[in-house]
């Protein structure tokens, strides 16, 4: 049975693609599913976030890209993580689509290259660069799903309608077989009732509707640590509450087959009470401050020419 190719996209930045693309990938492999992540982004961050430098990198995905006789299975390393594997990048891949222009077929490129991996692995994550370009284009036509990583945050749903524009020509002109497998709210702050409202906002969009992973990554700091120690979080700090999000999120998508209707966030959608307002302190700002007793009247000086002369000596 083929694998399960999906792309990691959104092009908006900051959202938290890389970061799923690592640790969804290493709870996967975690659990025995033979997993294969593909940096397809010139920044190379999943490729540093494994433990890898530029340095380390020999072959990467921009070999791939832009060498027809090049296959994906040509690149791909293991990582220090049972399970677990990689295609790198390389910041060379940020020319890429210039020495593609002229290729034929460029859209299907890395379609083709990829061959027969989706036989050797049971999920292949592509994860996706921050922009709707060619290397995007590329990833959802190598794709069956694409999962799409929203911040809790109120700029989250701006630019989803030309997502979903390239989606929707990917899917007719491309690859009919690709499928939304889901979105996955990142960076809940529970304590915020902006993030409540970004979510309430997301079930109600209508190409969301049935879409949203149950599962939510809240903001944990242990994610920034886990990246720069080079290493998926689900290893680095094994029961902090990314990592266990991390894990449910894969139980749920190894549940869900492609395009099957999901459960929506479980969260509490209450919104929080405002904090009752502090007492001012004495004398601060606003509040009234005793005032000294009147003490007795000060004559005011006389000017030179109202004294009398003989007193002036």
């Known amino acids: 049975m083929a694998g399960r190719v999906i792309a990691v996209m959104n092009q908006k930045g900051g959202v938290g693609k890389t970061t799923t693309a ?10 025995g599913e033979p997993t294969l992540v593909v940096d397809l982004d010139p920044q190379a961050n999943l490729t540093r976030g494994l433990g890898l430098t530029s340095a380390d990198v020999t072959r990467s995905t921009y070999d791939v890209m832009t060498d027809p006789e090049r296959k994906l299975a040509d690149v791909v390393i293991e990582t220090k993580w049972p399970e677990l594997f990689l295609a790198p990048s390389h910041i060379d891949l940020s020319g890429a689509e210039i020495e593609m222009v002229s290729m034929y077929g460029r859209e299907m490129r890395l ?3 990829m061959g027969g991996l989706a ?3 049971a999920y292949i994550l592509i994860d996706c660069q921050p922009s709707l370009s060619l290397l995007t284009v ?18 989250a749903l701006e630019g989803l309608g ?3 524009e390239v989606y929707d020509i990917v899917r007719r002109e491309i690859n009919p077989e690709v499928e939304l497998t889901g979105v996955l709210v990142t ?6 009732n902006v993030s409540r409202e970004v979510v309430r906002q997301m079930l109600a969009h209508p190409r969301l509707a049935g879409h949203i992973f149950a599962t939510v990554v809240g903001q944990n700091i242990r994610v920034a640590e886990s990246q720069g120690a080079g290493a998926p979080v689900v290893h680095f700090a094994r029961t902090c509450p990314a990592a266990l999000a991390y894990r449910a999120l894969a139980a749920e998508l190894r549940a869900a087959p492609p395009g099957a209707p999901l459960a929506g966030p479980q969260i509490d959608m ?8 502090e007492p001012e302190p004495i004398g601060g700002e606003g ?11 000060v004559a005011e000086p006389q000017a030179a020419e109202d004294v009398p002369e003989a007193e002036r000596e």
């Open 22 to 31: 690592i640790n969804l990938g290493a709870a996967l492999a975690e659990i």
């Open 111 to 113: 379609a083709r290259a």
């Open 119 to 121: 036989e050797r692995f």
């Open 138 to 155: 590329n990833a959802v036509a190598a794709s069956r799903e694409i999962l799409v990583p929203m911040q809790a945050h109120p700029f």
């Open 162 to 164: 030309k997502l979903f």
């Open 187 to 192: 960076m809940f702050d529970r304590r915020t």
């Open 270 to 277: 209450r919104e929080r009470a405002a904090p009752e307002p």
């Open 287 to 297: 509040t009234p401050q005793a005032q000294p007793a009147p003490g007795p009247p």
